[in-house]
T-cell receptor, first 112, second 112 residues
């Protein structure tokens, strides 16, 4: 099993550009999450999903959209990137059968 | 969910026990205590969780006080690879969204 895979690992955007971050998990997990982490800070929850076709807002949802069309994938979209969205983005997933969150290795995004 | 308070940083000698405290004085009866750690810039890793009884696994022990207002994560024989940021999190066990909200954590430095 690959676990939780995030694509891409690095990306540089110009202000106003759009992009989509992909999170894929091969563990058949029901729950999926997107977090962001700014330098020296803890993780902040952006959006999450408790199952295919469902999404919900976390702590800092503004400027982001998400979709969960397939159970194994959770997409995070930035429609018009801003420098304040420069951050490391982590995806996580969890089974309904236990308590552990499994995290991906992160996507480093810079918005110039 | 209850908030947690952790020291910003701690250090311990390699081979000695590392005891990381966490205060959660507003915890309610159905809230679990979780510990995760983040090594360098990797995705966080699950360590352990508990409700009211002490817990032990292959990574660590979790000691929860009788009034549940604080807990301690114990790494019995710290190694250099245990240098990381450790997050203490509480959440409602019946929350179907299973949101984990990370704080700033404790930066543990294991000295040779």
């Amino acid at each position: 099993n690959a676990g939780v895979t995030q694509t891409p690992k690095f990306r540089v955007l110009k202000t106003g550009q759009s992009m989509t971050l992909l999170c894929a998990q091969d563990m058949n997990h029901e729950y999926m999450y997107w977090y962001r982490q700014d330098p020296g800070m803890g993780l902040r929850l952006i959006h999450y999903s408790v199952g295919e076709g469902t999404t919900a807002k976390g702590e800092v949802p503004d400027g982001y959209n998400v979709s969960r069309l397939k159970k194994q994938n959770f997409l995070l979209g930035l429609e018009s990137a801003a420098p304040s969205q420069t951050s490391v983005y982590f995806c996580a997933s969890k089974s309904s059968l236990n308590e552990k969150l499994f995290f991906g290795s992160g996507t480093q995004l810079s918005v110039l | 969910d209850a908030k947690t308070t952790q020291p910003t940083s701690m250090d311990c000698a390699e081979g000695r026990a590392a005891n990381l405290p966490c205060n959660h004085s507003t915890i309610s009866g159905n809230e679990y205590v979780y510990w995760y750690r983040q090594i360098h810039s990797q995705g966080p890793q699950y360590i352990i969780h508990g409700l009211k009884n002490n817990e032990t696994n292959e990574m660590a022990s979790l000691i929860i006080t009788e009034d549940r207002k604080s807990s301690t994560l114990i790494l019995p024989h710290a190694t250099l690879r245990d240098t990381a940021v450790y997050y203490c999190i509480v959440r409602v066990g019946t929350d179907s969204s299973y949101k984990l909200i990370f704080g700033s954590g404790t930066r543990l430095l294991v000295r040779p």
